[in-house]
């Protein structure tokens, strides 16, 4: 009889520590399936019905591709509006330059710009906000802080409403592997590699950085940006190098879809958006490219794929496309229909980067209007959830960008680029 009591007690016990709900889409009020839900720092899924069974937790953390994120309370009905980012890059310095940044702000209340990637962990390996982690200040990666209050800078931006994402530098790091010289990559001979800008690079195939690189991304969450995207997330492409394990697609493949599995469960209770930057040419590869990159591989364990999609950067072109500046609409559209056609995701699950700067490989050709909107129109054209311009100066314009009447989010009215900027149909 005992044994029957506490068998029902903990029944009792079970039903009553559990949540459901569902997610729907604010607008449509249609389910949304294959959210993701945040429950006691697990990650869990919607039906397909949009609903969910999970253990009860005090918060509830809710996203899905093409969505915003929330966080809920209580089960329920719980409703993601879509969104769809439009980014530009700003380094740093350029986040915390009053004049870049005031002309970031500018083309965010004046454009269809609604986001921003900002540096965290720089180029350099320099953390760019105060942190906690006690190695980064070991190893000097503390010399330049340039962010006073990184909470209130990222919240400054929400208010007016900017989606802010945080790149992440992964295994370019000098500083680092400075101080532990055994993390390294290296050459044949045994000696460190540097790369062309004369920069250490951390051995991918080496657990013990990753919890550094892990802990400032998730400091970044925690400071509340929106989304974390790894960059040279990838071994350097060079020949001639080592690592700690054999040299083969099979161990690069292994240890870069290992890191951002492991990025995925730490960065689990922040209910924060995550992504990775990938080479162009990646997409049109069965192969990893010898740095370890392959599209089925890594779109499991993130929420978006950024192939970085410069025509300047396809240095042999395309099938059909041998001059990659003179067919910008072609490099992004088919380099992300090749990409999808590996990762079987959806073309929401992409968000490209985009070519912003003068060319470097082929005519010199500024990248103004016309350039700027064939990659918009192809990205917009495939489906993916927004782009991301890159302009290593952070030198922006309205140029190729739909302009709005006014400032008021709320009446905001679209004006056609003129005649002249548009590209050709």
Known sequence: MKAITLLMGLITLSFGAVTTGIVLDKQTQE?????????????????????????????????????????????????????????????????????????????????????????VKMDRGQIAFKTANPTANAIGAQDIVLFKDMKKFVADLHKEGVYVIARIVSFKDTPYVTAHPDMGVRTTDGSLFKDKEGLYWIDASRKEPREYILSIAAEAASAGFDEVQFDYVRFPDRKGVKFSVENTQAERV??????????????????????????????????????????????????????????????????????????????????????????????????????????????????????????IKASEDFGSCGWILWNPRNVYSSQGLILYKNNNASEMSRIDPPKSEKPAS
């Open 31 to 119: 389910p949304i399936v294959n959210a993701i839900v945040i429950s006691n720092n697990k990650e869990y899924r919607t039906d397909s019905n949009g609903t969910f069974r999970i253990p009860q937790s005090k918060y509830i953390g809710v996203r899905a591709v093409g969505y915003n994120r929330k966080f809920y309370k209580t089960g329920g009905k719980m409703y993601l509006e879509s969104f769809t980012p439009k980014a530009i890059y700003l380094s740093s310095f350029g986040a915390t330059s009053t004049k870049i940044m005031g002309n970031a702000k500018e083309l965010l209340r004046t454009t269809e710009l609604n986001a921003l990637v900002i540096d």
């Open 254 to 375: 292994k240890a870069i879809s290992g890191f951002l599995e492991a990025a995925r469960s730490k960065l689990t209770p922040y209910n924060v958006f995550i992504s990775a930057d990938i080479f162009g040419y990646v997409s049109w590869h069965n192969a990893d490219i010898e740095i370890g990159q392959r599209v089925d591989a890594l779109s499991p364990y993130v929420d978006y794929l950024s192939p970085m999609l410069y025509p300047s950067g396809f240095n042999a072109g395309i099938p059909g496309y041998r001059n990659p500046v003179e067919a910008n609409y072609e490099i992004v559209k088919l380099s992300l229909d090749k990409a999808l056609e590996k990762s079987g995701t959806s073309p929401l699950a992409y968000r490209p980067w985009l070519q912003a700067f003068r060319d470097y490989a082929f005519d010199r050709r500024i990248y103004g209007a016309k350039e700027i909107r064939e990659q």
